[in-house]
């Protein structure tokens, strides 16, 4: 699993320290008390890939077929190891073999972004991406 802090930032002396934090995370290292700024809310999810890779290893036309691609998955999802989809054949659970976990989505979007699989990735992470056409596939959403 890769590991990559979302934003971290700390100061040694008597100053301000701070750690903003995507997602629900045990353990976090933090040695300062911890305030939660906001409540947690998911972010809406996208499966983003490459032309690139859609062109070398095929559109998935169903979640289903997620079983035989290179998926790139996140490794904090509150579902655990499992992508809820939602689209246009309903909802389905999917389990998928992933081939990267990291705890970073930018990290997933790169990796996606350079042709190595398909990855669940929040919205506004993958927003310049799926604009200018480096990543495609949006149709089908995470939740």
């Known amino acids: 699993m890769v590991f990559a802090p979302d934003i971290a930032a700390r100061h040694d002396g008597d100053g301000v320290a701070l750690a903003l934090i995507f ?6 290292g933090l040695e300062a008390p911890v305030r939660q700024l906001a409540a947690p809310r998911e972010a ?6 490459s032309p690139d890779y859609l062109d070398r290893h095929g559109i998935p036309t169903h979640p289903n077929d997620l079983r035989y691609h290179n998926c790139l998955t996140y490794g904090y999802l509150s579902t655990g ?3 809820k989809l939602t689209g246009v054949y ?3 659970w999917i389990a998928p073999k992933w081939t990267l976990c990291a ?8 990796v996606a972004a350079r042709g190595c699989g398909i990855a669940v990735v929040p919205v506004f992470i993958a927003q310049k991406e799926l604009k200018n056409g480096t990543s495609s596939m949006n149709y089908y959403k995470e939740r």
Do not use: K, S, T, Y
């Open 23 to 28: 997602a629900h995370q045990h353990g976090a």
């Open 44 to 49: 809406e999810r996208v499966l983003c890939a």
């Open 81 to 83: 190891n499992q992508w």
């Open 90 to 92: 309903g909802d389905h």
């Open 103 to 110: 705890n970073n989505a930018e990290v997933l979007r790169d």
